[in-house]
C-alpha cells in the first residue's frame, strides 16, 4: 500500500503573518467563545502556576450543553468589559507568560489561522488562511497587490498541522481539483483590475449560474466540465458593461442600506455589546446628520464620502479586490454546492458593501492616502470581528436586502455601484 500523500497552500499574505501581540491596535481576547479540550481544562486546573491555577479556579466552566465532548470541554468566563480573565494590566496573555506558548488553548494558539482539509486524489489537500478579522491579517492582505498570490503546493507525506492535531475544518467534501477549477475562474474575475465592483459580483453570479447550466449532476459534476470556456464567455459578456451613474433615488436606496446598520448595531450596544465596529458606525452616524435633525442623513455627505473612497479604490484597486478574493479563497472548500457558493459569493460581496459605506461615512477628503489605507485596514478588522462575534447583527443588516433572492441580487447591485 503506498503512502499517503498530503499537500497544502496558502496566500503569500499567511506566510508572512505574526503575531504582534500588545502592539496590535485591537485584541483578539476578547468577545470571543474560549473553548477548551478535556486536557487543556486538565492543564490549566492543575498548572504548577500560582496565577494560572487561581484564575482558572473561577474563570473556566465546564461545557454541559449540547455538543459536549473532550474536544469541546469547557469554557473561559469573560469579564464584564467581555475580556479574557487571563489577560494582564498589559494586556498580555498570563497562560503563556507563566507556561509559555505551548501551553496556550487550541483556539487560542489557531487565531487567525484556519485550516480546510479535502480530498486530494488518494490523498488530502489543505489551504491555510487567514481570519481579516485580525487587524495584522487584515493590514498584511491589503498591503500590497500580491498579498493574496497562492505559494506552490507542497506535498508530503506527514498530515501539515499547525500544532493540534484536531479542529481542523473539513470542506465541502469534494475533490480538491474541483474547488481549484472554479476557484482559478473565481479569482479571475475578482482580481479584474479593469472591472467595477459590480461588474466583479456580476461576472462571479453568472459564471455559477453557466455552470449551473451546463452540470445537472450538482456540484461534483463540475469535474470534466470545461471551466475555463464558461469563465471566457462570462468574461466576454460582462466586460462590455458599464457600471451605471448612481442617481438621486439610488442615493436614497444606499442611505437606507446604512440606517439599516445603524439600527442593527444599536441593537448591539443596547446589550452592552459594544465594539470597534459599533464605534465606526456612531461615528458615521454623527459624521452625517444633518444639522437641523439629529436623525436624518445627509445624502449630500454621504455622496461626498463615496466619491473619496471610490477615488481611493480607483488608485488602489487591490484593497478591494484582495479584501474579497481572500474571503472567497477561505470560504469556498466549505461548499458543497452551487446554492453555497451563491451564498458565499453573497455573502463576501454584501460585506464588501458594509466596508465600503463604513469607510465612506467616516473618511475625509484628503491627499493623505496612507491614512486613509489604515481607516480601511482598521474598518475591514472590525466589521470581520462583529461579523464573527455575532451572527445576528450580520443576519439583521442581511435581513434590509429583501427576502427573494431576485429582490437581493437586485439590491446588492445598487449598493455595489
Known sequence: MSEMEFSSDSAKFYDEFQCIGSDCSDTCCAGWTISLTKKEHARYKNASSIKVRDISKTKIKRFRGDGASDNFFSVMQLSDSGACNFLDRKGLCVIQSEMGEDALSHTCSMYPRGITEGKNGSGWHYRKSLALSCPEAARLCLEAPTSIALSEVTTSTNRPFLKKNYGVGSTGGLEESVYSEIETAMLSFSQNMEWSTLQKYLGLTVFLRQLEASVPAGLAGVQGINVLNASKITSDAVSTMDTPHRSEDQMLVLVQFVRACFDAARLLAKDGRENKFTGFLSSAHDNLKEEDDAESLSVYKFEGGLDCV??????????RDNFISSELMRKLRTCANFADIHKCIERVMVDWSIIRFVLACNVTPT????????????????????FEHSTTLWDQIFSSLGDSSEARSAKLGLLLT
Not at 471610490?310 to 484593497?319: G, N, Q, R, T
Not at 491627499?367 to 462583529?386: E, F, G, N, S, Y
Open 367 to 386: 491627499k493623505d492616502q496612507k491614512k486613509q489605507k489604515d481607516m480601511l485596514v482598521a474598518i475591514v478588522a472590525a466589521t470581520c470581528r462583529a
Open 310 to 319: 471610490d477615488k481611493l479604490i480607483l488608485e488602489a484597486p487591490f484593497l
